[in-house]
């Protein structure tokens, strides 16, 4: 998730409306903007006052408090959080993956291991981590003896959809993507665009989830990757998600953060381990 600038349309807002918005903007879904960002509003905003048929950001604002009109604020809370991604995203979270986590959770033999990817997007994460055990099946014939469930979770419907589909274009698979592995765990479709395959496809299922809520129903997790996520976000609200993620993680479980982040000062709950490829985190 990315909260990105972008050029400012002229259309002006007013300081109520802007701290009306900022205001819910944080209830729905986390995200702290400050006090300068009014030309970051306007510019991701802009295009919804005309698709929705509204002449001003005041009357956008007065449907918004109406509360009626959800399609209206899922638009809202899309058009705010533009989710950046790629495929192997940092490399080194998946050289660890390969190198050290999936062998140790081999030996535990469990019949099933799972991985949870926060925070989504349109599933390039959720599908990297899926490759990622294919090529250490490859390389380690007969070391999982049982399934690997990936849920990958987002709080926007139109990226689940675009996750669900599993179907990325030419620029968007190579973000990231080597040849080799476009080859082999994708395929071309009469659509013109690259499928993932089934080996990949079938071990990830997505369902929408707000950081902000309960995650109860997800289950525990042996590794969970959340990242560049934690930065949006107050340090109240960094401590609530790092609780709760915390919870759904077994003893010993690893997590992934983003490079910038770091579980000190608001969670006691996760011990830091440096590897040769990078930092991640480990619950007590």
Known sequence: ?????????????SPQDYAAFCEFLEEACGIV??????YLVKSRLNRLIGEYGLGTFAQLMAELKRGSNRKLRES???????????????????????QHILPELAKQRSPRVRFWSAA????Q?????SMAFSEFQLSNPGAFTGALEIVGTDISPSMLRNAREACYDEMMVRRGLSEERRTRFFQRVPRGCWEVKPEVRNRVRFQELNLLQSYALLGKFDVVFCRNVLIYFSSDIKRQILARISQTMSSGAYLFLGGSESPTGYSDEFEMLRMPQGVLYRKR
Request: glycine share 4%; charged share 20%; aromatic share 10%.
């Open 1 to 13: 998730m990315d909260v990105a600038n972008s050029p400012a349309p002229s259309a002006d807002i």
């Open 33 to 38: 903007l400050g006090d300068n960002k009014h």
């Open 76 to 98: 809202i809370i899309d058009a705010m959080t533009t989710n950046e991604t790629m495929w192997f995203r940092d490399t080194y979270p998946f050289e660890i993956l390969k």
């Open 120 to 123: 989504c997007s349109s599933g």
């Open 125 to 129: 994460e959720s599908y990297s981590i």
